[in-house]
């Protein structure tokens, strides 16, 4: 069973920075693709950003293009999601996923066999 925990969220001004992390087991992320997804009330959960541990590749959201960045810690089996120049739609619920592939890196929730529970980001204006 995979499990992923997420970590770093809390409430920001408009303008700033946060970093949210995930950290999965080691089988996960040398088998696996990773992303993150958001969900804000009342809406659909919405990818965000992805990696393939395998080749490296990355791919952002357009929202997000810019202004977020995917990276890994593999030593530390961990995933983060580094987002600079927040802004209140940018508020929700950011939940870290994993493929059963380790090559694509898929956008669709329906794409993602396992997730966390998710760690709340609020942007204020």
């Known amino acids: 069973q995979v499990q992923l925990v997420e970590s770093g969220g809390g409430v920001v001004q408009t303008g700033n920075s946060l970093r949210v992390s995930c950290i999965a087991d080691?089988?996960?992320?040398?088998?696996?693709?990773m992303g993150w997804f958001r969900q804000a009330p009342g809406k659909e959960r919405e990818f965000v950003a992805g990696?393939?541990?395998?080749?490296?590749?990355?791919i952002y959201a357009d929202s997000m293009r810019g202004r977020a960045t995917i990276s890994t810690n593999s030593a530390r089996n961990t995933m983060y999601l580094q987002m600079i120049n927040l802004k209140p739609q940018d508020t929700g619920l950011y939940v870290c996923?994993?493929?059963?592939?380790?090559?694509?890196?898929?956008?669709?929730?329906?794409?993602?066999?396992?997730w966390g529970p998710g760690t709340q980001v609020t942007v204020s204006s």
């Open positions: 990696i393939s541990f395998r080749t490296g590749s990355t």
């Open positions: 996923a994993a493929t059963r592939d380790s090559v694509t890196v898929p956008t669709t929730v329906g794409a993602y066999a396992y």
């Open positions: 080691e089988n996960t992320f040398v088998r696996s693709s």
